[in-house]
């Protein structure tokens, strides 16, 4: 029953800046990572920042120093600030959260949203 809605994306020339979100509704129980891939034609999908329950962000390589991951208290929104846009950035950006049911924390789950779409002109 959870759901993740992404918005944010748009058309944008190379140099720009958007920022993505993550609206997260339902029963998310316990939450180990809250991620952003993303998928351009033709390529695999990508893990692009990971922000875990405890400790730092993480970043690809590509967009290290461009990117921002963060989340609000209560993590029902994931937030990615873009800066400096590339045409690589080119993409379908998805939302990702990882976690555990609660109360056993036995079992995982692994929600997704459907994607907004990133697109960086040269």
């Known amino acids: 029953q959870v759901k993740l809605v992404e918005s944010g994306g748009d058309n944008v020339h190379a140099g720009g800046s958007l920022r993505l979100s993550c609206a997260a509704s339902g029963a998310i129980g316990s939450i180990d990572a809250q991620n952003w891939y993303r998928q351009a034609p033709g390529k695999q999908r990508e893990l692009v920042a990971s922000l875990p329950k405890r400790g730092s962000p993480t970043y690809s390589d590509s967009v290290k120093g461009r990117f921002t991951v963060s989340t609000d208290n209560y993590k029902r929104t994931l937030f990615l600030q873009m800066n400096a846009l590339k045409p690589e950035d080119t993409a379908v950006y998805y939302c990702?959260?990882?976690?555990?049911?609660?109360?056993?924390?036995?079992?995982?789950?692994?929600?997704w949203g459907q994607g907004t779409q990133v697109t960086v002109s040269s």
């Open positions: 990702n959260y990882k976690g555990v049911t609660i109360p056993t924390f036995k079992e995982r789950w692994d929600y």
